[in-house]
């Protein structure tokens, strides 16, 4: 366990990607301003669905409702991502492929925000994921709080049940860029979920610079 701080959604600005190999391995970090892995603290979002699985049942998912200026900036930041790759020699030539301009880029890089359009109306949303354990994937490695309490239990379905009763969190996402088989992109992993119990809760909350936690070491 390794005590972490994190960057509210509002004040990212400043990160940096480095290169790391390990086991023969590429990996590329994004890190914050402070040379430390980048951690994204959102305000209290709603999560109109519960958590999905994917790619065949081994991974799993969620949709996360975000305003349109929480839609900016993410955009802003996959903005910045992608000069930076785009500026990163190595990454490019680990796609593989003739990337001649940032455009380029944009059109091979995923990146997981949306925006849908019914009738007159504007509807924004992000989708994260979730690291799972190695034996048992329907068990989740993330930290949960509700109140002050930690809740200890992460599986699928007992955390289903409880975003059922409180669908409104407050989250911390660690992005990820990742550069395999010719593909390239963007993809946020749930670290933190505290679970808003009413409005009182909000307020404190948003009083607070960063939340520091402990976070799970990867595998």
Same mark, same amino acid.
């Given at each position: ?8 959604? @509002?004040?990212?600005?400043?990160? #940096?990607?480095?290169?790391? $190999? ?11 301003? +402070? ?8 305000? *209290?979002?709603?999560?109109?669905? #519960? ?18 200026? &929480? ?24 796609? +593989?492929?003739?990337?001649?301009? %940032? ?13 849908? &359009? %019914?009738? &007159?109306?504007? *509807? ?7 690291? #799972?354990? *190695? =034996? ?12 002050? =309490?930690?809740? @200890?239990?992460?599986?699928?379905? $007992? ?18 860029? *990742? %550069? ?13 979920? +505290?679970?808003? =119990? ?7 909350? =948003?009083?607070?610079? /960063?939340? #520091?936690? /402990? %976070?799970?070491?990867? /595998?």
């Amino acid at each position: 366990m390794s005590l972490i701080r994190t960057t509210k959604l @509002q004040n990212l600005k400043d990160f #940096s990607v480095s290169l790391v $190999e390990k086991n023969d391995k590429k990996y590329y970090n994004i890190l914050d301003n +402070k040379g430390q892995f980048l951690f994204i603290q959102t305000p *209290y979002l709603q999560n109109p669905f #519960s958590i999905t699985d994917y790619k065949d049942n081994k991974k799993y998912g969620l949709t996360l409702n975000v305003s349109e200026d &929480e839609y900016k900036i993410f955009e802003n930041f996959k903005d910045n991502l992608l000069q930076k790759v785009f500026n990163n020699e190595q990454i490019l030539k680990d796609t +593989k492929k003739k990337i001649k301009n %940032v455009d380029v880029l944009e059109s091979l890089f995923y990146f997981p925000t949306k925006m849908n &359009e %019914v009738e &007159e109306n504007k *509807y924004f949303s992000v989708k994260v994921g979730f690291n #799972s354990d *190695y =034996e048992d994937k329907d068990m989740l490695k993330l930290n949960v709080f509700l109140q002050k =309490e930690k809740v @200890q239990t992460r599986q699928v379905k $007992e955390l289903n049940e409880m975003l059922g009763l409180r669908n409104t969190c407050l989250y911390v996402l660690k992005p990820s860029l *990742y %550069v395999v088989g010719g593909n390239i992109g963007v993809t946020f992993k749930v670290e933190l979920m +505290k679970m808003k =119990e009413d409005a009182r809760d909000n307020k404190i909350i =948003e009083k607070m610079e /960063e939340i #520091s936690f /402990e %976070v799970l070491d990867d /595998e």
